[in-house]
Each structure stands twice: as C-alpha cells, then as structure tokens.
C-alpha cells in the first residue's frame, strides 16, 4: 500500500533509480551538465532532500512550496555535512 501521493513524493526506490541513471549518464558526458525537476517534487521535503543526494543542481516548484523546499534543502546539506539536528555543537 502507497503510503504517500505519487503525484507529490517521488517513488525513490522505483523512479529514483530512473533518476540516478539519468544523472549519472548524463554526468558521465558532460560533468558540468546542469539537471534539476520541475513539479510538486520539487517542493516535497523527501524527495528534495533525495534530489540533494542524487546530485541534482536544482529543484523548480510552485510558488507556496518555496519555503518548504529551500528548508529541505537546507537540511540536506545539513544532513550531508554531519550536522543534522542535535549534532550541532
């Protein structure tokens, strides 16, 4: 049972290999090539976040899930660099 709207969270186990794919093809052409996702995925924290790790340069959304996707991504560098919550020192 789909615990989360399709439309809205990216399937990562499925269409995230897709991505990753992609990603790395097209990396493996040109490595400075720019890939981002347009949509509802682009606002949804998880598949931000999953976006930041896949390597992803950026995310478009629509205008009220700006907020929600700039702190996603926030805490995914944060979350890259050790410092998730409570291990700031």
Do not use: W
């Not at 899930?65 to 660099?81: G, M, N, T, Y």
Request: charged share 20%; glycine share 14%; with cysteine.
């Amino acid at each position: 049972m789909v615990s989360t709207n399709p439309f809205a969270s990216l399937d990562q186990t499925g269409v995230g290999q897709l991505v990753e794919m992609g990603v790395k093809g097209g990396r493996q052409t040109k490595d400075k090539l720019k890939i981002g996702i347009c949509g509802e995925h682009g606002g949804d924290p998880a598949s931000v976040k999953f976006f930041h790790r896949t390597g992803l340069n950026y995310v478009s959304c629509s205008p009220f899930r700006i907020p929600i996707a700039k702190l996603a991504a926030a805490q995914a560098v944060l979350e890259e660099r050790g410092l998730a919550r409570g291990e700031i020192s």
